[in-house]
Structures are given as C-alpha cells and as structure tokens.
C-alpha cells in the first residue's frame, strides 16, 4: 500500500474516530464532544490537523488575545456567512489545540478535505505556538493582552512572549490584525514578518466620557487604569497616555524613544449608545484590501446587538477582518447586527417573567467593565457571583482585588440579594467587603444549586438577575437555566 493511501485510509479512520466520539460524549451528556474527539485524533495520528488544512482549499483565521475572542469569531463568521461562503470554526469555545483538532475534525470529510471556505478559530494565547503552524492562517487577530490567569500565563510580559513566538513565524502572505489602542499588541508588529493592519476606537470625550464606561485622561499609566500596560516595550520608559478606553487601551507615547500609538487602518468613530448598552459607530477602513491609513477610505454604519462598550472593540476587530479578507460592506454591516450574545457572554434568558443575564468573568479588566455595565441596569434586582478556581479557571483567583468594583458598589443601595457561590465564594465575599459593600448584605452560598434557587426567588418579576461567573461556574450555571429556559446546549448556540 503506498503513502498516500496509507495516508488516505488513516485520516479517514481518524474522522469516523472524532464524529463517534463527539457523539458518544453528547448521549452521554460528558460535555459537547469538542475537545475528545481531538484528544483522539492527536493521539492516533498527531499532525492529522495540518495535513487535513493542507490538502483543503481553505483560508484559516486565528483570533487570539486575553477577552474577546469567542465574540469575535462569531462576529466574523457571521459577516463571512453573509458574504455566502462556508465557514467552520470552534464556536463551542474550545481553543486549546484538542478543540482545534475537534474542529477540523468535525469539518472534515472522509477524505480529509474541509466542506469549507474559511476556518475561524478562536485560539489560547498559550496555544498560539502549536496551532498556528498547523493551520498557516492567512489572517491573525489579536484582540487585546491583559492580566489572566496568573497561574498559566504569570504576568502580561508573559502573555505576550507566547503571542509573540507565534506571530513571528507567520508567512509573509499571513496578515496580523492589531489592537492599535493596546500598546502591548500594537508591538507584535514590530517583530512580525507580515503585514501588519491596525484597528482603533476614537472617542468622542464629550458623550462618553462622563459615563461609567467611559475614558479616563491623564499622562500617568497607573492613574489611568493602565496598570497592565506601564512600561515601553522599546525602551522600558513610562508611558504617557492621553487617556484610556478600557484598561490600558487608548491613546499613548513613550517620551523617551518616541514609540507611540499607530496609525490606525480601520477605526471606529462617532460612538453613540443606545438603550440597553447597545452601541453604534462608524467604521472607516482602507477602500482596499491594500490601502494604508492615509489612503482612500470607506465608511460603514454598525450597530451591535450585543451590548458592553466592550464589544465596540471586538466588532471593530471583526469587521476588520471580515473587510481585510476581501467580504463586502454589506455583508459586514449585516453581519455584525444580526450577531446575538455567544453563551455565557452577556447572554439573556426569560425564566418565567425575570430576565436573567449571565455575564463570564475572567480577569480584572473583564470584571471592571461587567462591574460598570451591571451598575447602568436599572432593572438588575440581585446579583449572583460565582468564583471558581479549576483548571480552566485558574487556580489563582487573586485577579478580583486587581478590579476595580466602584461602579458595582454604588449600585448595590438599589439591590435586595447579592449571593456569592462556587468554591471561593468566601474569596468573592472578602472582596466585596473591601470594596465597601456592607457584610450583612453579603450571604455566600458555595452551592452553585441552592445560590441559583435563592437569588432567583428573590427577584421581583420584570427585574432583571445578573449572574457573574467564571468560566466552569458559568457552564455550571448556564445548563441548569438551559433546563429552565428550553435552551440549546452550549455546542449549539
């Protein structure tokens, strides 16, 4: 039997292997089958993903970065979908290397070619390494570096180094698509071989600025809320910043060696907000694949469905994408309103007559701006937190004291029931003591169950419960309201 039929009847196996296993493992109720059937697959046959990417007629799309990501894949495929082609990808969310594999497993034939256009993958930043080489994207997006999972990643320095090792290696027919307004991203450009296309938000001071979610100014990093982002990459000078978005997003110069925010070939403009923390804004983007930022430009009106001003920046990158990959305006406008919440982000559910929305946090920038967009809700009775330190948590959940849970508190005067669950509750309850929330208004409940049922009964109908979980917390959380609600699994929504 020659190679390539080996080769053939292998990849063949491998698939049937995958789709068995992906089904067993939803029968069984084990999970949504999209990590095991990768488990396999490397393991029967490592290197099954490349050679499946290679052999197909098939873009790929890495998306990477600390918050955003899952977001933005589905932001982007739906601007694709809308351009006509066939995208699959890891809309489940399983990005380490085993829930690639799952993916272009389940997207393969027996022949082991993809039934597919492009490949959308979200990607851990730690398997950014692996991945990219097996898949040799033609587009990279990096959404934003911040503090997570200390545990796994240690500091931002960290982070990036192993975005860095991946970004380099990328062909010079590969493209990167960066974060302007994060200075740690924006770097990446300066080691990379590729082309390198930068997004921005613009601000308009004047409306946002007096709003929870909006800039703070200044020249000092820390006081800016820049604390992940203080140091110059080039010379090791402080930053200065004109101000900040999110985070350390924003406007900055090193006074020292002169590296500064690029100049930005798609930006958002006119921001304005809508009932509900819905946003809109203007894109403006290179009239060509090709252009530069000063060049001929195209502007494009977004409205999201999906609310956090957040998410401007995660439509922003996605739209980005989706125009750099050569899909109409059209269909990226399109794409982007008709895109709903992914689970467990920003995701609403009907329980009866209470509104229940369950916001995952992860990491002190995720939590801060939760913590501003929970406080504009006027309709939020409780709120339930649920800090969890597994694996795929984090074991080191002191993150919470690096938030910032001002907004949240001046909310809690207006609030009835405010639980803290899962295995740190206690953790969570500390926190919120610090924070300057009263300890008799606290009640830890470490059962996610019994957390659940009480904070529930505590809501009036037409109020709204927020639930803020980690990551296990919130599959946790999401399949007992799925039993409620009627929802689909998690694999499907």
Request: include cysteine.
């Amino acid at each position: 039997m020659n190679r390539g039929l080996c080769q053939s009847v292998r990849t063949a196996a491998v698939v049937l292997v995958g789709r068995a296993a992906r089904a067993g493992s939803r029968l069984a109720r084990v999970g949504g089958g999209s990590s095991l059937p990768g488990l396999l697959a490397e393991g029967i046959a490592p290197g099954v993903v490349a050679e499946i990417v290679g052999r197909s007629h098939c873009r790929a799309v890495v998306v990477t970065g600390s918050n955003g990501k899952t977001t933005a894949c589905r932001l982007i495929t739906q601007a694709l979908l809308k351009e006509g082609l066939r995208v699959a990808g890891n809309a489940s969310g399983a990005n380490m290397p085993a829930g690639v594999a799952s993916a272009v497993i389940g997207a393969s034939s027996l022949s082991g070619r993809l039934s597919a256009d492009l490949l959308v993958l979200e990607v851990d930043e730690a398997s950014m390494r692996c991945v990219v080489p097996e898949v040799a994207p033609a587009a990279v997006v990096v959404t934003n570096c911040f503090k997570d999972q200390l545990d796994r990643y240690g500091e931002v320095d960290t982070t990036l180094s192993l975005i860095r090792q991946a970004t380099d290696k990328l062909s010079a027919r590969s493209v990167l698509i960066l974060n302007a307004d994060d200075p740690l991203v924006a770097d990446l450009a300066r080691t990379a071989r590729c082309k390198s296309l930068f997004f921005s938000v613009e601000p308009q001071k004047q409306k946002i600025a007096s709003t929870p979610s909006g800039p703070c100014t200044g020249g000092d990093p820390a006081a800016a809320g820049a604390r992940d982002a203080v140091n110059c990459l080039v010379c090791g000078a402080h930053y200065d910043y004109e101000y900040t978005i999110l985070g350390h997003l924003g406007r900055y110069t090193c006074p020292k060696c002169g590296a500064s925010h690029p100049r930005a070939h798609f930006v958002a403009r006119d921001l304005a907000e809508r009932p509900g923390s819905l946003w809109s804004f203007t894109l403006e983007a290179p009239d060509s694949f090709g252009g530069q930022p000063g060049g001929a430009r195209i502007a494009l009106d977004v409205s999201l469905a999906i609310p956090g001003l957040y998410n401007v920046y995660n439509a922003l990158a996605a739209g980005a994408c989706a125009l750099a990959l050569g899909a109409s305006e059209r269909a990226v406008a399109e794409g982007i309103k008709g895109t709903h919440s992914a689970f467990g982000r920003m995701e609403q559910m009907m329980i009866g007559q209470v509104r229940v929305r369950l916001i995952l946090v992860k990491n002190p920038v995720g939590l801060s701006e939760v913590a501003k967009s929970v406080a504009l809700d006027e309709s939020i009775g409780a709120i339930l937190m649920c800090l969890n330190d597994r694996y795929a948590d984090g074991r080191d959940v002191s993150w919470i004291w690096d938030a910032d849970l001002r907004a949240l508190v001046s909310r809690f005067p207006r609030i009835r029931t405010l639980v803290c669950s899962g295995t740190r509750a206690w953790d969570m309850a500390l926190r919120l003591k610090y924070a300057g929330v009263a300890q008799e208004r606290i009640a830890c409940e470490p059962s996610i169950g019994r957390a659940l049922e009480r904070t529930l009964a505590s809501v009036k109908p037409g109020e709204t419960l927020a639930i803020l979980p980690t990551y296990t917390a919130m599959l946790d959380v999401r399949e007992r309201m799925r039993r409620r609600a009627h929802l689909p699994e998690f694999w499907r929504s």
